[in-house]
């Protein structure tokens, strides 16, 4: 029943930055843990950063130091700092539940670091 929106990507030089935003519906957000994920046509889709309920954050090794998640229960947001990105960094992001059954996948935002 929960949903996820995704917004703030958009088109940024190598070494920019960008933050991206995931609004969820529900009353329950706050027990939620909640993952970025990206993919590029082509590869598998990744986990790239995950925050639990307690705001407690893991990160993949080819975003730890740049990256950082965040949430605001408040305003039912996660959110992705994105530092020093890298061309290889290109792909749509989605943000979803880390559980085994996930809600539905939304379009996600598209992030496209280039020169």
């Known amino acids: 029943q929960v949903q996820f929106v995704e917004s703030g990507g958009g088109l940024v030089q190598p070494g920019g930055s960008l933050r991206l935003s995931c609004a969820a519906s529900g009353s329950a957000f706050r027990a939620y843990y909640v993952g970025w994920y990206r993919q590029t046509p082509g590869k598998e889709r990744e986990l790239v950063a995950a925050?639990?309920?307690?705001?407690?954050?893991s990160y993949a090794d080819s975003v730890k130091g740049r990256f950082t998640i965040s949430r605001d229960n408040v305003k039912n947001t996660v959110y992705l700092q994105m530092n020093k990105l890298k061309p290889e960094d290109t792909a749509v992001y989605y943000c979803?539940?880390?559980?085994?059954?996930?809600?539905?996948w939304g379009q996600g935002t598209q992030v496209t670091v280039s020169s």
């Open positions: 979803n539940l880390r559980a085994a059954i996930q809600a539905s």
């Open positions: 925050v639990t309920s307690g705001g407690i954050t």
